[in-house]
């Protein structure tokens, strides 16, 4: 997801390497690692964005996945 961000790139693949490490570790198939990934989405929108602002941010975030999936 090409985009200006505050956080380095380091930071960005520790995480992500982390991420997907786990994944890997514990020999997640595609659905598995969907539906943990997902809730693990709905956990920081539930304890880290405003209920007001949950549904919009739900949806630019929507929006940046689907272009990024699909090369734009």
């Known amino acids: 997801m090409p985009q200006q961000s505050k956080y380095t790139d380091a930071q960005f693949e520790t995480l992500m390497h982390d991420i997907i490490y786990a994944i890997e570790k514990n020999h997640a198939n595609r659905d598995l690692s969907l539906m943990v990934l997902g809730n693990v989405i709905t ?28 090369g734009k």
């Open 43 to 70: 956990t920081i929108f539930e304890q880290q964005v405003e209920p007001g602002l949950r549904e919009k941010m739900a949806e630019q975030f929507t929006q940046v996945l689907l272009k990024s999936i699909n």
